[in-house]
Every structure is written in C-alpha cells, then in structure tokens.
C-alpha cells in the first residue's frame, strides 16, 4: 500500500469528523473569544477550514514563500466556512491520490517574509502541518463550540453529549 493511500484512509474519516464539528458554528458569534489571546471563533473555523487546503498546495509546489504583511481569511458565515472547506478538501483528495511515494519524500520549503520557517519531506509537512495541525485546531473549536452550549459530535468515539442516549431511561 502507497503512503497515499494509507493516508487518504485516515485524511477521509478527518475530514468528515471535521466538517461535523464546522456545521455547527454558530452564525451570530464569530467574534466569540474565550480569552484576550484567543483567535476569534470565525477566524479559528475558517482556519479549521482552510487546512486541508493546505494539502493541495504541499503537492502543487515545493517551496512555499508568503509576504510578512499576510492578511488571514476571515469568514463571514458558517455556509462560506463550509463552502471553503468543501472546495478545499474536493482540491486536496484528488492530489493525494495521485501522489507517489517519490513526491511525499520530496523537500517542501516553507518561507515567511523571505526567511525559511521550516524545510522537511512533504510526509512530515501532511502529517504535522496539516493533520495534526488541523486536528489541534478542531479541538479548540470543540471548546469554544461548548463554552456556547453547542453540544459536541465524537470525534472518536461518542462525545460526553452523545453519551446521554447510551444512558439508561430512569423512571
């Protein structure tokens, strides 16, 4: 089995446990910040959203090279979240399947304001920059989705809200 597709094998089951969890953003508190130093719940879920974008351009180029005076998407609405989230993960699938075990061991550069941040091979920069990455950002979103008494989806397994209905009835 190629790395892609022991790859797409966990990147689908991510992508579906996410685009769960980004349904639920809430329109009408996109401000929301739990602390001072938090990202705001619209930027954190656009973030969550653009990841697996992320995927596609690891494959598309080997260095990628962004101005110090980069300016983040910030989204307007739980549809345009979901929206750019679909496109970007419809954009990245197809790559992934396509990539051979010889693309994954290539270099990929990534560069801020001219300086290198980071040189790996691109299976490093999928599972830590992307994945992981995304993963990581997700369970953010799950706090702040439940500090606004959304109930939560598992992700893994059922979550303390879908626990309820395994419980037994009391009379």
Wanted: net charge negative; no cysteine; glycine share 6%.
């Amino acid at each position: 089995m190629t790395f892609s597709e022991r790859l797409l094998l966990e990147f689908d089951g991510e992508m579906e446990s996410t685009r769960k969890l980004l349904a639920l953003v809430p329109d009408g508190n996109l401000d929301y910040k739990p602390h001072e130093k938090s990202m705001p719940l619209g930027r954190l879920a656009g973030h969550v959203a653009e990841l697996p974008g992320w995927a596609a351009s690891t494959l598309d180029v080997e260095e990628l090279s962004m101005p110090a005076d980069y300016k983040p998407w910030i989204p307007t609405s739980r549809a345009e979240i979901l929206e750019h989230f679909d496109k970007a993960v419809a954009d990245a699938r197809p790559k992934i399947a396509r990539a051979t075990d010889e693309d994954w061991a290539k270099i990929w550069t990534f560069k801020w304001g001219g300086q290198t941040v980071m040189s790996m091979p691109r299976t490093a920069v999928i599972r830590g920059v992307v994945m992981n990455h995304m993963i990581h950002h997700r369970a953010q979103l799950g706090v702040y989705l439940r500090l606004n008494d959304i109930e939560i989806p598992g992700m893994y397994g059922p979550s303390a809200d879908e626990m309820k209905f395994w419980r037994p009835a009391t009379a």
